[in-house]
């Protein structure tokens, strides 16, 4: 889950993720949506998810999801993105 947490009067935060496989396009989110995706992991545990964050003059790139790193997501397997003025927080926990 990737969570626009930004302020209310601020522009929307771009999102483009994908993996070496597939492309989950472009989107836009307002203050409080999310995007959220779903996948099944690859038999040779090589799954990786990267998105590209874009908020004003500000863009990072970086994992989402690696499969080296699975067990950061929790017992779950959900990994909680949020965006936010001073930097991009991460979660296992909603």
Not at 6 to 15: C, H, I, N, R, Y
């Given at each position: 889950?990737?969570?626009?947490n930004?302020p209310?009067?601020?522009?929307?935060?771009?999102?483009?993720c994908?993996?070496?496989?597939?492309?989950l396009?472009n989107?836009?989110?307002y203050?409080?949506?999310d995007?959220?995706?779903?996948f099944?992991?690859s038999?040779?545990?090589d799954t990786?998810?990267a998105?590209?964050f874009?908020?004003?003059?500000?863009?990072?790139?970086?994992d989402?999801?690696n499969?080296?790193?699975?067990?950061?997501?929790?017992k779950?397997n959900?990994c909680?993105?949020?965006?936010?003025t001073?930097g991009?927080?991460?979660?296992?926990?909603n």
């Amino acid at each position: 889950y990737v969570v626009n947490n930004l302020p209310a009067s601020s522009p929307p935060l771009l999102l483009t993720c994908a993996s070496k496989d597939d492309k989950l396009g472009n989107h836009t989110l307002y203050v409080n949506q999310d995007f959220h995706f779903h996948f099944c992991e690859s038999v040779f545990a090589d799954t990786t998810f990267a998105c590209e964050f874009r908020w004003e003059s500000k863009k990072k790139l970086f994992d989402v999801f690696n499969a080296a790193r699975r067990k950061l997501c929790g017992k779950d397997n959900f990994c909680y993105w949020a965006a936010k003025t001073d930097g991009i927080y991460f979660s296992n926990d909603n």
